[in-house]
C-alpha cells in the first residue's frame, strides 16, 4: 500500500565506495524527484524525470547519476562516495511536473552516513 | 535570485492558535505549497494556494498575497502531535523552492 517507497532506509558506508539507493512509487504518477536533505534541514532538489526522461539536472556532482527503467522507479548511484554526501535523501513523485505546482508525495527517506 | 524567509523556531501552547509567515522571491511563481515535516520522517502535504486569499482545511488555514511575496499557515486549536517542522515551498521554473522550515514547538 505504500504509495513511494525507497530502499534502504539506512546506509551506512566508507568513504570511497560506491552505493545505490532505490525508489519506486505506485501512484501512476509521470514526475518523480531526488532530494537531498542536509543537517541544516534544507531541501535541494537535485534530479527530475518525467516519464523516463531527465527535465531537472541541478548543480550535483557527477558522481551522482539517476536512472529511470520506467516512469514508477527512480533510482540514485552514487561513485566514490564522501563525507560530505551524508544526508538524507528523499525521493518524491507527482503528477506531472507543470511549473512545479503539482503536489509531491515523499518516501520515507534515506539516511546515508558516510565513515 | 530566488529567496524564501520563515522563522527559524517558534513555540506555543497546546489548544492556542499560532502563524507561521513566509515571504519568498522567486523567478516566476505558479502557486505555493506548504508541508508539515515530523523530525525524522518525510515532509507531507498540507495546503496549496495559486490565488491570493484564504484557503481553510479544517484546523489549518493557509494565506497567500502574491503582491507582497507573503504566506502565512494557522494553526488552531494546536496539539501535541503539531509539534514539526513547517515548511514553506513556492513553486518556479518546473520546481519547488524550499525554505529550511520552522520548527514548531507546542508545550503542554
Known amino acids: 500500500d505504500t504509495a513511494v517507497s525507497q530502499t534502504p532506509k539506512y546506509l551506512v558506508t566508507q568513504m570511497g565506495n560506491d552505493k545505490s539507493i532505490k525508489c519506486e512509487q505506485n501512484l501512476g504518477h509521470d514526475t518523480m524527484y531526488w532530494y537531498k536533505q542536509d543537517s541544516k534541514k534544507f531541501l535541494k532538489i537535485m534530479f527530475s524525470?518525467?516519464?523516463?526522461?531527465?527535465?531537472i539536472n541541478e548543480t550535483v556532482p557527477n558522481r551522482f547519476s539517476p536512472k529511470s527503467p520506467d516512469k514508477a522507479h527512480l533510482n540514485l548511484h552514487i561513485n566514490s562516495l564522501e563525507l560530505g554526501d551524508s544526508a538524507v535523501y528523499f525521493c518524491?513523485?507527482?503528477?506531472?511536473?507543470?511549473?512545479?505546482?503539482?503536489?509531491?508525495?515523499f518516501g520515507p527517506g534515506t539516511r546515508l552516513l558516510v565513515l | 535570485g530566488q529567496n524564501i524567509d520563515q522563522p527559524t523556531e517558534m513555540t506555543a501552547t497546546e489548544g492556542a492558535i499560532v502563524q507561521i509567515n513566509c515571504t519568498y522571491q522567486t523567478s516566476g511563481f505558479n502557486g505555493l505549497f506548504w508541508y508539515q515535516q515530523h523530525a525524522g520522517e518525510a515532509p507531507t502535504f498540507l495546503s496549496y494556494?495559486?490565488l491570493d486569499g484564504l484557503e481553510e482545511k479544517g484546523r489549518f488555514s493557509s494565506f497567500l498575497s502574491r503582491s507582497k511575496g507573503y504566506s502565512y499557515l494557522l494553526l488552531k486549536e494546536l496539539q501535541m502531535k503539531d509539534s514539526a517542522s513547517y515548511l514553506c515551498a513556492p513553486g518556479s521554473n518546473y520546481q519547488l523552492i524550499w525554505g529550511a522550515g520552522t520548527k514548531l514547538i507546542i508545550k503542554p
Open positions: 494556494n495559486v
Open positions: 524525470y518525467n516519464n523516463k526522461e531527465l527535465i
Open positions: 518524491a513523485s507527482s503528477q506531472d511536473f507543470l511549473d512545479g505546482v503539482e503536489t509531491q508525495y
